[in-house]
């Protein structure tokens, strides 16, 4: 029996892997109850899975279990704060980005990454880093919406008010 | 009347919880013993089962039931009952399960599975449809033409391949091709519309449990929960009512999930462990190779002109790839056929369409159902005709578009009501002509091209929605119905139409998250674009006997008629005495200080059905077949390198006559997701096969769909609201719409562009290079 130790959300976890193959998403998901990760693909294509792993945004479904030995790891889940909605999800809310909603998670996830390490990330590195993901409802042009004004968002959250 | 929720841009109501990852999908549930499903597949396209050896895999760890199709004597299906749940003596496709292996984990299960060895005798195999319709084909279903079948509408040819021929007869197109001038003129030309898949993000799943006491209860990531229970009471021969479809959020849908597919495999293998849910979540593979593809048809088409531009007649011939089963997918083909001819007139029509059997996954609805297919045709004739006449492709459409008193091909009779398609172009084209193309160049080459577009719901004749709506003693409201959320927002919408017609806030609304068979009112299935238009006239009529009920309550309360008291924002007025009750007081019945209660609770069930459909009749294909239209144009402008052959769309535009934009923001995404995935279909996407008969393409990238880099550069979203007495505030279908036009949109552009006719989707950028280097050698 393999076991896993990494924080999830900033919760130390404690796992215990069954035999075979055992990607991060199945214990997200699986062990661990965080179906908010999707899996759309199961090879790294889609994004629906993408989560937060020390500090870079990953799809979770490539991502075998024991490469999370120690890390840390942010999932849907563990973004809106004590209740309130982390200002990317409000702009994905706001911008009416959401459709069947199946790629939102990891959209959000990729943004929060990207906006974390680069808050002023210019259009272009958006558009490069959503072209990562598909999604089939929206054609896309309310997610980039969302994803400048998300950017405005954490702007303003970041100044001093 | 103002309306005051209706038209609004409202946020949806299930945005909140999708974007905190709370939104509950069917690989989401978890029940107790619960076992998990892989499935054993075919790999080959045909061949008969000579043996299945389990013995190895029943020792494998946390093993707990293999079943196989030996001896299973059920066939499913809803008007062709043609489909065992899994393979029984043959496999007719490579992706067809032909062992279902239960075990404690999904590892557990894959490992057995993998120890499953199955012997076949590998059969000839046929993948294409006007190959698998000629004598000689292999013969896929030697049943074809005994099996049970709704008479009426299915059409077998006994001893081939083809399941269902509809053919259309209008006038006489022949007496009319043969009466052609010299002078006009035809033409004429061979169209592919390949297999897709609809890539709805989320994978199919489903949970089943049969119960110790014989109930069977489902969970699925299905559009059509009534039609999945009847379909399993059918296969079990049990009473629907001892069947229960739970239907959580769907991720995408697309017309993939409106049919029944995997599940009645998931409830035969539940079926051998009763007391354990069985679960089932395919992977993206098994999406492509084993759940239900799109389109597949090759065709050809003849349409005659005057020299001033009027049609005179169209011809017609389709055949599908509509795979190894055909209940699926007969109806996509018969309305791929009557609405071939695009929105314009024609006085002689003869379409014939064959649904043919094929070594591949069985074709269901996709987006669409076969509107995109058939006026890809059309829509590509007409400019290759305008061209020929010399005339702006505009005019000839002008010319011919279906308006007031003119006659579609069915032999309906247009109304004004119905929608301006002229509008509808001139929105299109002020749109595309604001930005004039630059000239060609040594990179660069640039185009613009146009359709038009009609869409008719296909539905069955006495499909219908039903509402239920209760108030409670606060006079909040919540509303049931069993429209399927998959995207679309059809949960907000119905929130904003209860709103509208209680005129009360929609914070006091509730409408139903999960459907459930056992809870939600009857609904035929969320499909055809059905829910804001049936659905909104459901709650229309439901929300009206709540007013009623409680107008005969406070009547009753003041001593008057009903008639008098008036209904005002959540309130019943006397008119007189500007006495005042509420929908809250009066939810229970109206109790006087002594507790005497008088007046029935407010709870009331509303319902709508299209009025007078018919089938089409089975000679002339004719009838009052299609419920409404709605209209449209597209058209776009492109630029094609020269050196990589890449299309980059710089500015794609819509028109849709909508009767009505319930919610501004929702329609805005239907559109411009349908002409993303249209553009899919345009440029990228084919399910490819290899020499063996099996799937290539089986998941991204080699599967490609659009990007956000792949979107156009720019799209114009214009949305008409022609008045009329369908829909509710005169809304009609718009979901499927945007993605009808959008294959012969770009395809014109791209002969703008290059002078080379595409007739064959996807015009992918090898293709495109080729055709330029060809161009460039024959000059």
């Known amino acids: 029996m393999r076991i896993l130790n990494f924080s999830v959300n900033g919760v130390p976890r404690t796992v215990h892997l069954e035999e075979g193959r055992v990607m991060l998403s199945d214990v997200l998901r699986d062990y661990l109850g965080l179906t908010g990760t999707k899996i ?44 309130k909605l982390n200002p990317i999800q409000e702009a994905f809310v706001e911008a009416g980005a959401v459709q069947c909603g199946f790629c939102t998670p990891g959209l959000v996830m990729r943004l929060f990454a990207l906006f974390s390490e680069n808050p002023e990330a210019d259009d272009e590195t958006i558009e490069e880093e959503l072209n990562k993901h598909l999604c089939r409802c929206t054609g896309y042009e309310t997610i980039l919406e969302a994803a400048r004004l998300s950017r405005s968002k954490m702007i303003a959250r970041a100044k001093p008010s | 009347m103002k309306q005051r929720y209706v038209g609004q841009k409202v946020q949806r109501v299930d945005a909140v919880n999708k974007v905190v990852g709370r939104a509950c999908y ?100 046929v993948l294409d449809p006007v190959e698998a319709a000629a004598p000689g084909a292999p013969v896929i279903h030697e049943k074809n033409g005994s099996y049970r079948r709704v008479e009426y509408s299915v059409h077998p040819i006994p001893g081939t391949n083809v399941f269902h021929h ?48 014989g109930e069977i209860e489902i969970w699925a990531s299905n559009q059509a929960p009534f039609v999945l229970r009847d379909v399993l009471a059918d296969m079990f021969k049990v009473p629907a009512s001892r069947v229960r479809v739970h239907i959580p959020y769907l991720g995408g849908g697309f017309g993939g999930k409106s049919d029944v597919s995997i ?95 094929t070594n591949s996954p069985p074709v269901g609805a996709y987006r669409g159902y076969g509107h995109p297919e058939g006026q890809f045709m059309s829509g590509r004739l007409i400019d290759m005709l305008a061209k020929r006449l010399g005339m702006p492709t505009g005019e000839i459409m002008r010319k011919n578009f279906l308006s007031e008193g003119r006659q579609n091909a069915l032999g309906q009779v247009i109304k004004k009501s119905h929608g301006n398609l002229a509008a509808c172009l001139d929105a299109v084209e002020k749109a595309i002509d604001e930005t004039p193309l630059p000239e060609n160049d040594d990179r660069y080459l640039y185009g613009k091209g146009v359709a038009a577009m009609m869409k008719s719901p296909k539905m069955a004749a006495n499909a219908a929605s039903c509402c239920t709506m209760q108030v409670n003693a606060d006079g909040c409201v919540f509303v049931n119905l069993a429209g399927i959320e998959m995207g679309q927002g059809v949960q907000t919408v119905f929130t904003q139409m209860v709103a509208e017609v209680l005129q009360i806030p929609m914070e006091k609304i509730k409408v139903y998250t999960d459907v459930d068979t056992q809870f939600s009112p009857w609904e035929w299935q969320t499909v055809a674009s059905m829910q804001t238009y049936r659905g909104g006239r459901a709650i229309q009529d439901a929300a009206l006997r709540i007013i009623e009920l409680a107008k005969d309550t406070a009547a009753k309360v003041w001593n008057c008629e009903p008639g008098m008291v008036l209904y005002r924002e959540g309130e019943l007025i006397h008119p007189n005495t500007e006495g005042k009750l509420t929908l809250g007081v009066l939810a229970r019945g109206y109790m006087s200080f002594n507790g005497l209660t008088v007046g029935s609770p407010l709870i009331a069930t509303g319902w709508y059905r299209v009025p007078g459909l018919t089938d089409p009749d089975p000679e002339t294909g004719m009838g009052n077949a299609a419920g409404s239209w709605t209209f449209g144009c597209q058209a776009c402008t492109l630029r094609v390198d020269r050196q990589t052959g890449e299309v980059k769309i710089l500015h794609f535009a819509s028109a849709f006559d909508v009767g009505k934009v319930v919610n501004p923001v929702t329609a805005r995404g239907q559109v411009a997701g349908g002409v993303v995935q249209g553009l899919g279909a345009a440029l990228m996407e084919k399910i490819v096969f290899k020499e063996d008969g099996t799937i290539k393409n089986v998941n991204f990238p080699a599967y490609k769909i659009p990007r956000l880099k792949d979107a156009p550069k720019k799209q114009t979203i214009v949305l008409l609201e022609t008045p009329n007495d369908e829909g509710p505030w005169s809304a009609k279908p718009m979901a499927e719409h945007p993605i009808v036009a959008v294959a012969a949109v770009v395809l014109n552009a791209l002969y703008d562009a290059t002078g080379v006719e595409f007739t064959a989707l996807p015009v992918t ?15």
């Not at chain 2, 169209?191 to 897709?196: G, I, Y």
């Open chain 2, 765 to 779: 950028q090898d293709k495109i290079l080729e055709a330029l280097r060809k161009k460039e050698e024959a000059l």
């Open chain 1, 40 to 83: 759309g693909c199961g090879v790294g294509q889609c994004g629906a899975c993408t989560v937060i792993m020390d500090k870079k945004a990953v799809t979770s479904c490539t991502v075998p279990a024991e490469k999370a030995e120690g890390k840390s790891v942010f999932t849907i889940e563990g973004l809106a704060d004590g209740g």
């Open chain 2, 26 to 125: 069917v690989a989401d549930i978890s029940l107790p013993r619960m076992l998990h499903a892989k499935v054993v597949r075919a790999g080959i396209p045909h061949g008969k089962i000579l043996q299945i050896d389990t013995i190895e895999a029943e020792k494998m760890p946390g093993m707990k039931k293999i079943v196989t199709g030996k001896g299973c004597e059920m066939l499913f299906g809803t008007c062709l009952w043609d489909q065992p749940p899994i393979a029984v003596d043959k496999v007719r496709h490579a992706g067809e399960a032909v062992a279902v292996v239960l075990a404690d984990t999904v590892n557990q299960a894959e490992a057995a599975a993998k120890a499953v060895k199955v012997q076949y005798e590998k059969l000839p195999f």
């Open chain 2, 263 to 357: 599940e009645p495999m998931v409830a035969y293998a539940a079926s051998f462990v009763p007391g354990y849910a069985v679960k089932l979540v395919l992977t993206r593979k098994e999406v492509f190779t084993s759940s239900l593809l799109g389109r597949g048809m090759k065709g050809k088409m003849r349409i005659g002109a005057k020299k001033d531009g009027t049609f005179t007649f169209l011809e017609a011939e389709m055949y599908f790839a509509d795979g190894a089963y055909g209940d699926t997918s007969w109806p996509v083909d018969t309305v791929a056929g009557h609405n071939c001819t695009g929105p314009y007139e024609f006085g002689n029509v003869t379409v014939d369409v064959y649904g043919v059997y």
């Open chain 2, 166 to 213: 509809y053919k259309l007869r209008k006038g006489n197109s022949s007496v009319a091709r043969a009466e052609s001038d010299v002078i006009d003129v035809i033409v004429e030309e061979e169209f592919e519309f390949p297999l897709s898949n609809h890539v709805a993000l989320e994978p199919h799943g489903a949970i089943c449990r049969f119960g110790l006491d």
